[in-house]
């Protein structure tokens, strides 16, 4: 990928958009550790002159992708970008088995109780539970939308 700013702009605007701290925290429950930081910039993550790591800075809705990425110099007027969308596992895992989990151990523990109990409730907790799993969707749109984002805020095309 090919971005429109020179070196010095590349960072300039990474400077301006980033929030400098560990991406790997952002995408996992452990978020809640970085709640009084700044949250008005659109990324989270480490950078330098030559490399990125960076992942959506938000408290209460991160994503687990880090966007791993590589700067290079091709001209004086724009810049070489090379970029890896990698997982951050433990939140990736946690989105996913989760509701997994939760689907399980509610049944089980529906067929197991020797009480009779109205259908109602384990159907209310069947509902709650697969409404755990449009939260993938909405991690997938947001991983969309962030890559646009990027490719925006650093006039980034695709040759």
């Given at each position: 990928?090919?971005?429109?700013?020179?070196?010095?702009?590349?960072?300039n605007?990474?400077?301006?958009?980033?929030?400098?701290?560990?991406?790997?925290?952002?995408?996992t429950?452990?978020?809640?550790?970085t709640?009084?930081?700044?949250?008005?910039?659109?990324?989270y993550?480490?950078?330098n002159?030559?490399?990125?790591?960076?992942?959506r800075?938000?408290?209460?809705?991160?994503?687990?992708?880090?966007?791993?990425?590589?700067?290079?110099?091709?001209?004086?007027?724009?810049?070489n970008?090379?970029?890896?969308?990698?997982?951050?596992?433990?939140?990736?895992?946690?989105?996913?088995?989760?509701?997994?989990?939760?689907?399980?151990?509610?049944n089980i523990?529906?067929?197991?109780?020797?009480?009779?109990?109205?259908?109602?409730?384990?159907?209310?907790?069947?509902?709650l539970?697969?409404?755990?799993?449009?939260?993938?969707?909405?991690?997938?749109?947001?991983k969309?939308?962030?890559?646009?984002?990027?490719?925006?805020?650093?006039?980034?095309?695709?040759?």
């Amino acid at each position: 990928m090919i971005s429109k700013l020179n070196l010095s702009e590349f960072v300039n605007e990474l400077e301006e958009n980033t929030t400098k701290g560990n991406p790997s925290i952002k995408g996992t429950p452990l978020v809640i550790l970085t709640i009084f930081e700044d949250t008005k910039k659109k990324f989270y993550g480490e950078f330098n002159k030559s490399s990125f790591r960076l992942t959506r800075n938000s408290v209460f809705y991160p994503i687990p992708y880090i966007f791993e990425g590589k700067i290079n110099v091709k001209n004086d007027s724009s810049t070489n970008i090379s970029l890896k969308i990698k997982p951050i596992w433990f939140g990736y895992l946690w989105i996913r088995i989760l509701p997994i989990f939760a689907l399980i151990l509610f049944n089980i523990g529906f067929i197991t109780q020797e009480n009779i109990i109205a259908t109602e409730i384990p159907i209310f907790r069947n509902i709650l539970v697969i409404l755990m799993f449009a939260h993938i969707w909405y991690t997938i749109r947001k991983k969309k939308k962030l890559l646009k984002d990027f490719h925006e805020i650093f006039k980034i095309s695709e040759d």
